[in-house]
């Protein structure tokens, strides 16, 4: 295992620990939310009960073979937490995610969660948001009028996520977006003008959602940090 893989287990693995009893939590999306899934399976084989809802269909699969019980946004009021990885950190806890293209349902579930709870190995912390490509998922009908439109608001390049030489497609059927900002001076700002574009569903900028970061340390340490006031 790669030094950066031993962080996200170590991360995963102590995120399962905020875990609490007879609550319903969001189970997120990726290789580090993976062994935060592994560790609340093997709590569940322990005769641990919990309700968990999937941010994605790769996570059902994976949460479903590990024997941990599901249920869907709809069946629940409010969660109690939500546990997800992240491409992206700031000071402010501000986020990129949709790395593995599932913000939508990831998004949809952190603001259903009194808490967010962001597993991260150190090489995910930035100053400025923006070096990883922002995700925007579109509607495939018309995404170059979206393209456009992302390209006036400073981001002169983006491309459509492939996967084996063809758009990749989303849980939801969509495309994504890749939109290269390089650095984003304001992402609520930004967050708020993508939203004004005809054809965005939903994108990667997590603002005012995380309320915590376990950042995963080379030196095999979990560091935690606190949203500031
Ligand atoms: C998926 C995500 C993931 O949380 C993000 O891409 C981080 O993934 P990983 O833990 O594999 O680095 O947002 O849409």
């Not at 031993?6 to 969001?26: D, L, S």
């Not at 992206?88 to 349902?105: R, S």
């Amino acid at each position: 295992m790669t030094e950066k893989d031993q962080m996200k287990k170590r991360v995963g693995e102590y995120a399962a620990t905020f875990i609490q009893p007879n609550t319903a939590i969001g189970i997120g999306t990726g290789s580090t939310a993976y062994w935060m899934i592994l560790a609340l399976g093997a709590k569940v084989r322990e005769g641990f009960t919990i309700t968990a809802v999937p941010t994605s269909k790769a996570t059902v699969e994976l949460a479903q073979a590990h024997g941990i019980p599901l249920a869907t946004l709809n069946d629940v009021d409010r969660l109690a937490l939500t546990i997800d990885g992240a491409d992206e950190v700031d000071p402010k806890l501000q986020l990129i995610k949709g790395g593995g293209g599932a913000h939508l349902q990831e998004k949809m579930v952190a603001a259903a969660s009194d808490r967010m709870i962001v597993i991260a190995d150190e090489q995910k912390l930035v100053d400025r948001l923006g070096k990883f490509p922002l995700p925007i998922e579109v509607i495939p009908f018309g995404w170059k009028q979206v393209q456009r439109r992302v390209a006036a608001l400073g981001c002169p390049t983006s491309e459509i996520r492939q996967r084996d030489g063809r758009p990749f497609i989303t849980d939801h059927g969509n495309y994504i977006l890749d939109a290269h900002f390089g650095s984003i001076a304001d992402p609520p700002a930004l967050g708020i003008a993508l939203h004004e574009i005809p054809g965005v569903v939903e994108h990667g900028l997590f603002i005012g959602l995380a309320t915590t970061v376990l950042v995963g340390r080379a030196d095999g340490t979990v560091d935690e940090l606190h949203r500031p006031g």
